[in-house]
């Protein structure tokens, strides 16, 4: 087994007497919080990606990045207000993501 050390990796065997090792994986496994939702990191500019919306390109003006590595897009509201917490994609009529200029893009 190779571990990683300050001085560099070191080569120890299974069977080595004596010695445990420990490494930060042992207070730190695959930590989760149930009790917290997300919370939004950063918000992006759209650019010219747009929402499907029951077969309608609505134009997105930003993407909200959350800490747990998601994101989605945002549209704006028919206030003519953003709510960062208003996920596009919860959208009941929502089919993916386009471009708007039509070039090739991902729809989810």
Same mark, same amino acid.
């Given at each position: 087994m190779v571990l990683n050390t300050t001085t560099g990796p070191?080569?120890?065997g299974r069977d080595r007497p004596g010695h445990t090792l420990n490494t930060s994986r *042992?207070?730190?496994e695959d930590l989760v919080y149930e009790d917290e939702s997300p919370d939004i990191l950063t918000v992006l500019p759209a650019g010219?990606?747009?929402a499907v919306v029951g077969g309608v390109a609505v134009p997105m003006p930003v993407w909200v990045v959350l800490d747990?590595?998601?994101m989605?897009? *945002?549209v704006v509201g028919t206030d003519g207000r953003i709510?960062?917490?208003a996920d596009v994609?919860?959208?009941p009529l929502f089919s993916g993501y386009k471009q708007a200029n039509n070039r090739q893009g991902e729809t989810k």
């Amino acid at each position: 087994m190779v571990l990683n050390t300050t001085t560099g990796p070191k080569e120890y065997g299974r069977d080595r007497p004596g010695h445990t090792l420990n490494t930060s994986r *042992v207070v730190e496994e695959d930590l989760v919080y149930e009790d917290e939702s997300p919370d939004i990191l950063t918000v992006l500019p759209a650019g010219d990606w747009c929402a499907v919306v029951g077969g309608v390109a609505v134009p997105m003006p930003v993407w909200v990045v959350l800490d747990d590595a998601s994101m989605y897009g *945002v549209v704006v509201g028919t206030d003519g207000r953003i709510d960062l917490n208003a996920d596009v994609e919860k959208h009941p009529l929502f089919s993916g993501y386009k471009q708007a200029n039509n070039r090739q893009g991902e729809t989810k």
